[in-house]
């Protein structure tokens, strides 16, 4: 989804850092179009602080997440790719990745290839948030692996993790 901004409380917030971009990186020792999608839940949250702006999510302003999203990108853009994920599911067989930023912030995201594309991934944030102290036991656990590695084997069109059980 290509996001504009929202107007709450009369202020108009932009969310054009959010647009779909495409960047180049290099995987393999080939150059690779990664494109860049960012959901709701970078900007948004389930807790009722805020005005509802995505009914059919349930999800409402979060000024605070909002904020924080502003250097999204350049976080992905400039330092995913060389930093290490946790591999783990979001449901049934659902491949998602989970990455700390500094200053306890998540990133969720995925990996998926196009169809009938080579050297092409679709990287998307579907969530992204500043994590509490008394919330970090609630993190995916498991071996992190190289951003790049997960990449690779996306492209290959390989999953990350075996089946789920």
């Known amino acids: 989804m290509n996001w504009s901004g929202f107007t709450i409380g009369g202020k108009f917030y932009c969310l054009a850092h959010l647009q779909k971009k495409t960047i ?20 948004t949250d389930d807790k009722e602080n805020g005005p509802m702006i995505l009914p059919q999510e349930k999800r ?7 904020e924080l ?4 990108p350049y976080m992905v853009e400039n330092s995913l790719i060389s930093s290490y994920a946790i591999p783990h599911y979001a449901g049934k067989n659902n491949e998602q990745y989970h990455y700390m930023e500094a200053y306890d912030y998540a990133i969720f995201f995925t990996v998926r290839k196009p169809l009938n594309t080579t050297n092409e991934l679709n990287l ?18 498991g071996s992190s692996k190289r951003v790049s590695w ?15 059980k």
């Open 150 to 164: 997960i990449l690779s084997k996306r492209l290959k069109g390989e999953k990350v993790l075996g089946r789920k």
């Open 124 to 141: 998307r944030i579907t969530s992204a948030y500043p994590v509490e102290e008394w919330g970090k036991g609630s993190m995916p656990r």
């Open 24 to 43: 180049e990186v290099e995987i393999d020792s080939a150059q690779v179009k990664l494109h860049l999608s960012y959901s709701g839940h970078c900007f």
């Open 69 to 72: 999203s502003r250097d999204l």
């Open 60 to 66: 409402y302003w979060c000024h605070d997440r909002y």
